[in-house]
C-alpha cells in the first residue's frame, strides 16, 4: 500500500521538468518501476499517481454507468489531460503544458503528498490555500472524523 507524505519545494526548468526530491522517490512502490500518471486535481492543482494506483483509481471510474449523463461529464472531466510519465536518469519529469497552464505552475512548486497522491501546486496557490486554515481545525476535525462510538451505534441501527 503507497502511503506518501512530505511536502516538498521544486523549481520548473526551462523545458518543463521538475526533480523529484530523492526523500519522496524512495517512497515510491518498486512495482511502479518509476512510472506515474498525472492529471488534473479537483481544484486549481495536478495530481500525480503511481501507475499502480491509477490503474485502481481507473478501474473505480470505467465501473460508473455511462448510460447516466452526469456519469459520462465526470469520466470525461476525469480523464482529460491524464498522461503517463517517467522519470529520467535525473529523477525529472516533464509536466505537459497543458496540465501546467490549468494548475498556473509557472516556476515553483510545491509538492505535497499524502495516502496514495503527490499534488503538485504552483506554490503561490498552494501557500494561499494553507495560510486559509479554518477557525478552528479542532471542530473541523470532530465534524469530520466524528465519534466512533456515534457512528457504530448508526451502523447498527442503534441511534
Same mark, same amino acid.
Given at each position: ?11 520548473? &526548468?526551462?523545458? !518543463? ?7 519522496? $522517490? ?11 500518471? %498525472? ?14 494506483? @491509477?490503474?485502481? %483509481? ?29 522519470? &529520467? $536518469? ?7 503544458? $497543458? ?13 505535497? !503528498? ?6 503538485? @501546486?504552483? !506554490? ?5 490555500? %494553507? ?6 481545525f479542532a471542530s473541523l476535525a470532530e465534524d469530520i ?5 456515534? &457512528?457504530?451505534r448508526k451502523l447498527l441501527n442503534?441511534?
Amino acid at each position: 500500500m503507497t502511503n506518501f507524505l512530505g511536502e516538498f519545494e521544486c523549481r520548473l &526548468d526551462s523545458k !518543463s521538468r521538475i526533480v523529484l526530491p530523492s526523500a519522496l $522517490k524512495r517512497q515510491l512502490p518498486p512495482e511502479t518501476e518509476d512510472r506515474l500518471v %498525472i492529471n488534473r486535481g479537483f481544484e486549481k492543482h495536478l495530481v500525480l499517481y503511481p501507475v499502480n494506483v @491509477w490503474q485502481t %483509481i481507473s478501474a473505480q471510474v470505467n465501473h460508473l454507468n455511462l448510460y447516466v449523463k452526469k456519469n459520462r461529464d465526470f469520466v470525461r472531466y476525469f480523464y482529460r489531460g491524464a498522461t503517463e510519465l517517467r522519470l &529520467d $536518469k535525473q529523477n525529472r519529469l516533464l509536466l505537459p503544458k $497543458k496540465l501546467l497552464d490549468y494548475a498556473a505552475i509557472q516556476e515553483a512548486v510545491t509538492l505535497f !503528498s499524502y495516502h496514495n497522491r503527490i499534488e503538485v @501546486w504552483a !506554490s503561490e496557490l498552494y501557500n494561499n490555500l %494553507i495560510e486559509d486554515e479554518p477557525e478552528n481545525f479542532a471542530s473541523l476535525a470532530e465534524d469530520i472524523l466524528g465519534n466512533p462510538q456515534q &457512528d457504530l451505534r448508526k451502523l447498527l441501527n442503534l441511534v
